[in-house]
């Protein structure tokens, strides 16, 4: 062996427990990468088919409640409903109720979505939430509404969560699709339903009698 | 919860001395302020309605006219629900919208990439009792690419894409077979060809 590469090995020698001094513990095992939480690991998605008969033409029913905005009406949703972007029944519209976009579209019929920034700020997976609703002819003078949503509940904790939430959207848009029965065969909205008491709320003041 | 990713500079410094890998911080969920575009596309088929939607119209005949694998791997075919795994995997779609001759579907929120609600929607409608127009389109959000010229050079190339695909619908509907697909630029004639002058 040279003196040169006797001389560069035993530098090296020297330097090496110098230089694994100087270098910080051995670090822990890399940590595996976060997983985007708004992903669904599992996605089950469920159906939520409902249908009503109207006595009009389907096409004088979607004149009455097939606009982006009728939800307001039809729900009856105090705060209203107004597009925020895009163009009033065109794909990509925005509507402020649910800030829902409209995906597509048909002669007589639409679909939304909600976007992903809800489930972002809830910190919970995006559940791809969307409604359908369609008019089909039946007859020259009776139609169908069909109002279909479809959603993954794989997120909801248990079976009975995922039965709740099926059963109230049910209750909520059964009650939607009645009213534009209604409105579609010129009659006048119920009233809403009443909110839901608050805990702690006190019941309101009975009338005084007499009246 | 946001996503936040906080480390000074000498310990991520340190970190990489020590050759550890940083972790990814997880893409931002999805843009602040979305542009939702659309791409509407269409094609005449000298066939009635009912007919090119029986030969295109299910959801994993996107295999035949795209000229890719396709299977359903989740829910049942054709139902809202549905799931079609495209591309050997690499691309999933979700059906979220039907009427008799319309489909509509969407993607899953991706690891490493805003999510951009990207949705396509396939009709077949009547034109009389022996043609149809077939409508394909796309809406998304494209708020998220570089610029005005990624997002036009991104539009373009989706309506190259689907244009293509209307196409071979039609050839499909009319002559019940799709064209060969275009030689690949560079791809050597197939043996016994005659070499390019």
Redesign the interface.
């Known amino acids: 062996m040279s003196n040169s590469l006797k001389a560069a090995l035993t530098a090296g020698l020297l330097l090496a427990p110098l230089s694994a001094l100087a270098?910080?513990p051995?670090?822990a095992p890399?940590?595996?990468?976060?997983?985007?939480?708004?992903?669904?690991a599992s996605?089950t998605?469920?159906?939520i088919?409902m249908e009503i008969t109207v006595n009009k033409p389907a096409k004088e029913v979607w004149a009455r409640v097939g606009k982006f905005c009728d939800i307001a009406e039809w729900l009856q949703i105090a705060a209203g409903c107004t597009i925020t972007?895009?163009k009033d029944g065109?794909?990509?519209a925005?509507r402020t109720v649910g800030s829902e976009?409209l995906?597509?579209?048909?002669?007589?019929?639409y679909?939304y979505?909600q976007?992903?920034?809800g489930?972002?700020?809830?910190?919970r997976?995006?559940n791809?939430y969307?409604g359908?609703l369609?008019v089909?002819p039946l007859t020259a003078t009776t139609s169908k509404i069909v109002y279909?949503l479809?959603y993954d509940n794989s997120m909801l904790a248990d079976d009975a969560a995922r039965a709740r939430d099926l059963e109230t959207r049910r209750t909520s848009f059964m009650r939607g699709m009645n009213n534009m029965k209604i409105l579609a065969e010129g009659g006048t909205l119920p009233p809403p339903p009443a909110p839901p008491a608050r805990a702690g709320t006190p019941p309101a003041a009975a009338p005084a009698p007499g009246r | 919860?946001g996503y936040h990713f906080v480390a000074t500079a000498t310990g991520l410094g340190?970190?990489a001395?020590?050759?550890?890998?940083?972790?990814?911080p997880?893409?931002a969920?999805?843009a602040a302020a979305?542009t939702?575009?659309?791409i509407p596309m269409e094609t005449t088929v000298n066939k009635p309605a009912a007919e090119v939607w029986a030969k295109v119209g299910k959801f994993c005949d996107l295999g035949t006219w795209m000229r890719i694998d396709c299977t359903i791997t989740?829910?049942k075919d054709g139902?809202?629900?549905a799931?079609r795994s495209i591309a050997g995997g690499r691309v999933t779609e979700?059906l979220?919208?039907?009427?008799?001759m319309?489909y509509?579907y969407?993607q899953?929120?991706?690891?490493g990439r805003p999510?951009n609600?990207y949705?396509g929607?396939l009709?077949a409608?009547p034109i009389n009792a022996t043609s149809t127009r077939l409508v394909y389109?796309l809406?998304f959000d494209n708020s998220m690419l570089a610029d005005d010229a990624a997002r036009t050079r991104d539009l373009a190339a989706k309506r190259t894409q689907f244009e293509g695909a209307l196409a071979n619908m039609k050839a499909l509907a009319e002559t019940g077979s799709v064209p060969p697909a275009p030689a690949r630029a560079g791809t050597p004639p197939a043996a016994g060809a005659p070499a390019p002058k």
């Open positions: 270098q910080p051995a670090a890399a940590p595996a990468t976060p997983a985007n939480p708004l992903i669904s996605p998605y469920a159906t088919p972007s895009g065109e794909v990509g925005v976009v995906v597509a579209k048909t002669d007589l019929s679909a979505t976007p992903v920034n489930a972002a700020r809830a910190g997976p995006y791809l969307h359908n369609e089909k279909t479809m | 919860m340190m970190l001395a020590a050759g550890v890998a940083l972790a990814q997880p893409a969920p999805a979305p939702y575009v659309s989740s829910g139902e809202f629900g799931v979700i979220v919208g039907k009427t008799p319309s509509t969407t899953p929120v991706a690891a999510y609600l949705h929607t009709e409608r389109t809406v």
